[in-house]
C-alpha cells in the first residue's frame, strides 16, 4: 500500500465545490491509472496516463479532469459533481502501459458528494 | 455479454476447506490475467497474475488458466477466516494496459 499513496483519504464536497484528488506513486512506474468503483459495480476504469501521456479517457464527464504532471504524480480534478459521483476513487501504477504489466492501487480516496 | 463475468456470491466454505473461485472472459485475444483480493473498505491488492495455459502456485494459492475455454480460476487451499474477503478477476485485452474487471465474488470463510 505505501507504494502508491492516496490524499485525502475521505472527501465530502458539495455540487457547487472545486477540490483535487492526488496520487503519488513511490515504484518507478511510468503509467497511472484513475478507476472509479462504486458500490455493486465492477472497477471503471477513467483514465490512463503512460510516460505522462494520456492514453485512455473512458468516456468520462468533464466534471473530472485528470492531470499528470510527471511520471510520479496523477491529479483528479472535480467540478460542479453530482451525488451519483460518490464513490471511492483509485489510483493505481504500472510499469508501463504494456498489456503484460501488473497494476499495484492505491489506498483510495473515499468521496462523498452532498 | 460482460466482458469478465464472475459469481458474485458469497461463496462459504468453512476454516481449512479448498475454495475454488471462478472467472470467464469474452476476449478471445486476451493475454494476462489478475487476481486481486479486496477487504471491505480497502483496495485491491494483487495476489496472482499468469499469463500461460496450466498452473501457477504461490503458497496456498493456485491460478489456473485455461484460453480454450476462456476461463481462468484461483484455488485457495487450507481456507482461513483472515481470507474472507471480495476476489476480483481482471483481464488486459489485447495490446492494451486496459485492465477489464469482474465484479467480484464475495469468499466468506467461516471457523
Known sequence: ?114 | QKEVEQNSGPLSVPEGAIASLNCTYSDRGSQSFFWYRQYSGKSPELIMSIYSNGDKEDGRFTAQLNKASQYVSLLIRDSQPSDSATYLCAVNGVNTGKLIFGQGTTLQVKP
Request: glycine share 6%; charged share 20%.
Open chain 1, 1 to 114: 500500500e505505501t507504494g502508491v499513496t492516496q490524499t485525502p483519504r475521505h472527501l465530502v464536497m458539495g455540487m457547487t465545490n472545486k477540490k483535487s484528488l492526488k496520487c503519488e506513486q513511490h515504484l518507478g512506474h511510468n503509467a497511472m491509472y484513475w478507476y472509479k468503483q462504486s458500490a455493486k459495480k465492477p472497477l471503471e476504469l477513467m483514465f490512463v496516463y503512460n510516460f505522462k501521456e494520456q492514453t485512455e479517457n473512458n468516456s468520462v464527464p468533464s466534471r473530472f479532469s485528470p492531470e499528470c504532471p510527471n511520471s510520479s504524480h496523477l491529479f483528479l480534478h472535480l467540478h460542479t459533481l453530482q451525488p451519483e459521483d460518490s464513490a471511492l476513487y483509485l489510483c493505481a501504477s504500472s510499469q508501463d502501459g504494456q498489456r503484460d504489466n501488473e497494476q499495484f492501487f492505491g489506498p483510495g480516496t473515499r468521496l462523498t458528494v452532498l
